[in-house]
């Protein structure tokens, strides 16, 4: 669901994975090879039992985006089966079977769009020959109706079950020559299909990394300094190895490290710390809070939030560390302009927090290792258990169990590390299960940052002049991890005067890709800034965003390319959804906001409306969403889900969330200080999609980088205060 | 020391420290893993059961404390009047995302509908406060609990 969408990372995986390619693979997975007897499997993808059920493998880890489902219909349209024989299995780690596995970037869709479609047009070609060689016609003479082969001359039929052994004969044809279906006549893409583990999620199947049980399995915890990558001092483990049903307690060398993400991965090995296995988790977890452990002083140990917001604020005041744009004369137009804003910007780190907290099972036998885990990022993780461990990647598996929320961190395999490691040393399979504490405090957070803009319309009320000096976290040129920013970022190329410089504070605390990496925080810094030089022209907010757009359907080049057109497209809707032209009427203390945003390949432009009480409480009343992202919707129940979660995802950072550091340390450790979104604060989202004719693309992360602008250009709208930092607090906003 | 639970109508055994969270007993003593682990502290609501017809948060409830007291997981709402209603209605609406809160939202709706059956925003919102969803699909909770209600909803 998430990786850099901005900064060296992000050009990295695209590049790598466009040179490398998809690995469309014909050839037959072990798995698929194994098969029952009678059953035909016809690729890595798809296996034919006689009955007509048909299995089709569902390649990438599921972590609440639907992809178990949405990625099987492309091959099942093309393959032309009824979804209700179709049987969905999860895939293991296997790139030689099935290329890269992973979730993030809201890369699925556009990714697989084209190839999926085609594993299943050439299965369907594959039973075709099937049956004509047992017709003795040509394969022109066949066509198929949902599951069976029909020959036109004779009207004779074969089922696709009675063909797929034959297919074992039959050379694929080249995917390139295949014709995909023409889109009208979809039986499945485009249609809603509830999730396919839906039944077994409201019945409370095992389905997620925490319900991996294997005999004999024994559970762990796993304490690490609280200053991140400290190592163990001294450890009395005697208090903990005296709680009933604890079987082993052990120190951890680690490297310290390997807390921070380095060359692209993240995390980058095991962490030091002190394990408590048990023969039951609450055992351990007694056990762990009997230790007693002396963690080592580390140098990151006086890094606090507060002195961060400080040292921004001191480097802002100074000369940039460096320019990283610069077009046309900013100094100038600002004199030239007719109204000037000034204004700092920050937010802060956000822990992600799935629900389901980290956890791994490991199974280490015969210098052979086993893994079950909940992982957005299979293969990683399996290189960095071998590095760690030692062994080789040919002697490790990993099941991707379905994961209890992703949104970046899983993407990171630090408690996968921790697993193996805890299993080989105590030589039984474990089952290493961290505690909500252990997941706020050790996340790969969203970096904070801070932004001092000065900003100037000129007479004509156009946004004639934009500088921003960003204060972000790093070391020399380089960014923390997501920490960055494109210096494509709306709106430069858009304003004819524009300079963007860049301080970076070195950071002790990893950071990470969290859903919509950079653009969470980017699209609030930006789009409040251009809301208040809106303002400051005395124009209606949404006529500007249209007007500073302009007229050019694309600006730039791919793959920095944007799309102004589209944009432009969504406002206009969503302007009419939300009845924008008529918000004058709102009562006193309400407003709407406005605030768009392209990242992940999609456009967005959403509307809030917001209540705010004398006190400050703020009520997001509702949200509207205007989304472009391409011709075709793949499943529009899940697509559905996704923007509006997503969206009520940037209204509870808007209101709620933030971590604090402060010696070093996370201060926030549970779900009672550190708030996420509930029921009663959820407004309704109305979605609509802006179908346009280009290829469809993701729906995993773009929906929520302008949700979080369009509240608080809302609550500007309804107070007149501007909110510059995040989250919302009462204060900020009492009348 | 062993204790009897009543489970989804059973009579199940468990040799456990009576401290230990029920949570934990039925999760790793009796795998019986429906209920879920989300804080530990009643914050979340991952872990909600019945216990005679109330929603618990299992996290919390020592299992030396339950005695003879009728549990419900969400293991057992397929034979639950409305159990088996709020199931369908949110197969019927998929409300869920990654899934994993589903259960706990799931016992308390449950339990929300057997008491009101035709709860209205402010019910729902007052019964289902305790439960978070990380994904965030509140908008289909809400449609889902009034789906199962027989009221109208829009999605
Ligand atoms: S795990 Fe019990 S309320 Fe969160
Ligand atoms: S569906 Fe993921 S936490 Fe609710």
Redesign the pocket.
Known sequence: MTFQATGANRREILTSVTAAGLTLNFALAPKAGAAAAGVGALNAYVRVAPDGIVTIVAKNPEI?QGIKTSLPMMIAEELDVDWKNVRIEQADNDPKAYGRQFAGGSMATPLHWDELRKVGAVARLMLIQAAAQAWNCGPGDCTTTPGTVVNTRSGKKRTYGSLALACANIPAPDPKTVVLKDPMDYRIIGKSMPQYDTAR?VTGQPLFGIDVRRPGMLYATYVKGPVFGAKVGSADLDAALAVKGVKKAFVVQGDSAAVMPTGGNIGSGLVPGVAVVADTWWAARKGRNKLKVQWAEHPTSTQSSAGFAARAKELAAGPPQRNARNDGDVEAALKGAAKTVEAAYAYPFLAHS???PQNCTAEYKDGKLEIWAPTQFPEPGRQLCAKTLGIKPEDITVHMTRC??GFGRRLGNDYMVEAAWIARETGAPVKLLWSREDDIQHGFFRPGGFHFFRGGVDAAGNLSAWHDHFVSYGEGAGFASSAGMATTEFPSRFVPNYRQDVSVMPLGMPTGPMRAPGSNALAFVHQSFIDELAHAAGADPLAFQIRLLGDKPVVGEAPGAYAAGRMVGVLKAVGEMSGWASRGKLPKGEGMGVACYYSHMGYFAEVAHVAVSPVGEVKVKKVWVAADVGRQIVNPMGAINQVQ?SVLEGVSHALHQQITLANGRVEQSNFTDYPLLRIHEAPAVEVKFVITDYPPTGLGEPALPPAIPAVTNAIFAATGKRVRTLPITKDMLKA | MAYTLNVNGQALNADVDGDTPLLWTLRDTLGIVGPKF?CGVAACG?CTVHIDGQPMRSCQIPTASVGAAKIATIEGMATHPVGKKVQAAWMELD????????PG?IMSATALLAKTPKPNDAQIEAAMSGN??????YVR?RAAIKHASGQKVEV
Do not use: D, F, K, N
């Not at chain 2, 409300?95 to 589903?102: D, E, F, H, L, R």
């Open positions: 609440c999620i799935p629900l389901e209890g929320g979660g | 989300g991952a409300v869920a995302q990654c899934g994993y809160c589903q939202q978070i969803c990380r994904c965030a699909t909770i």
